[in-house]
C-alpha cells in the first residue's frame, strides 16, 4: 500500500476514534457531576480514650453511611451514619440443667450501636477527594448474653443482661479514591473519626457473673466513654 494510502486509512482511524473517546469522556464526567450523593460501608476499629481506656480494649466493628448532596456545587452534604462495634466478647461452656451429658455454649457480648446526623463537606477534583464532617445523634451500651448448643451455632435462647442509651457527638474525616467511573462511580474510603459519649453505664468482660443460687450479678462501670475510629472501606455514588 502506498504510503499516502496508509496515512490516509490512519487519518480516518483517528477521526472515527476521536468522537467515541469523546463521548466517553462526556459519558464519565456527565456522571460525576449526575451524583447526588454516595452510600458507604466499612470496616472499623476502635481505639478507647481516656478514662475509658481504663477498663476496655480496642473494638471492631461495621460502619454504614449515606450522603446527601445539597444544592450545586457537589462540595456540601447531609451525612446519616449509623455504626455497630464490639469491645468485648467471652464464652464459656456449661453442663445443661437437668440433662446430663448435655452442654451448651454461652456467649457474652459487649457492643455500641451508634447512630448520628450531620453536616458533610467534600473539596476535591478528579481521583481523589477529601472530606469532613461532624454529627450528633445517640448511642447504646448493651451487654447480651446467647446460649447454643456445642455442636451448633444457632441460639436457642438470648437475653440483654444490661443497656444504657446516651447522646453521641462526633467529628472525622477522610480520603476517597476513585477506582471505577461510569454510571455506578465507586470511591476507596479511609478515614478516622472522634466520638464522644460523656458519662456512660457499661459492662465489661468479667461484670457479669452468677452467685451461688445461679443468680446473675452486674457491675456496671460508669466512665466516660469516648474513643478514636478508623475505618476503611467503599463509597458509591448515587
Known amino acids: 500500500m502506498p504510503r499516502l494510502s496508509r496515512l490516509a486509512v490512519v487519518a480516518l482511524v483517528l477521526a472515527g476514534a476521536a468522537p467515541v473517546a469523546a463521548q466517553n469522556y462526556r459519558d464519565v464526567t456527565d456522571t460525576e457531576r449526575s451524583v447526588r450523593g454516595y452510600f458507604g460501608a466499612n470496616l472499623q476499629v476502635s ?4 478514662e475509658f481506656d481504663q477498663f476496655v480494649g480496642e473494638g471492631v466493628g461495621v460502619g454504614l453511611h449515606g450522603t446527601f448532596l445539597l444544592g450545586g456545587s457537589g462540595h456540601v ?7 455497630w462495634i464490639q469491645y468485648g466478647r467471652s464464652s464459656e461452656r456449661i453442663p445443661f440443667p437437668g440433662l446430663p451429658g448435655i452442654s451448651v455454649d454461652l456467649t457474652t457480648s459487649n457492643d455500641i450501636y451508634s447512630f448520628g446526623v450531620g453536616p458533610e463537606f467534600q473539596a476535591g477534583s478528579g481521583a481523589l477527594h477529601v472530606y469532613g464532617y461532624g454529627t450528633a445523634g445517640f448511642s447504646n451500651f448493651r451487654t447480651s448474653t446467647q446460649a447454643e448448643g456445642s455442636s451448633n451455632t444457632n441460639p436457642f435462647a438470648e437475653s440483654t443482661n444490661f443497656s444504657d442509651w446516651t ?15 461510569g454510571r455506578t462511580p465507586v470511591w476507596i474510603d479511609g478515614g478516622l473519626r472522634y466520638q464522644g459519649h460523656g458519662r456512660t453505664r457499661y459492662l465489661r468482660e468479667g461484670s457479669l457473673d452468677t452467685d451461688n443460687n445461679g443468680n446473675v450479678v452486674l457491675s456496671p462501670i460508669e466512665s466516660e466513654t469516648n474513643m478514636l ?4 472501606g467503599v463509597q458509591v455514588g448515587f
Open 77 to 83: 452534604g447531609l451525612r446519616v451514619a449509623g455504626s
Open 47 to 50: 481505639f478507647p480514650q481516656g
Open 229 to 232: 475510629v478508623m475505618h476503611l
Open 167 to 181: 447522646w453521641a457527638l462526633a467529628g472525622g474525616g477522610g480520603v476517597m479514591f476513585q477506582v471505577a467511573y
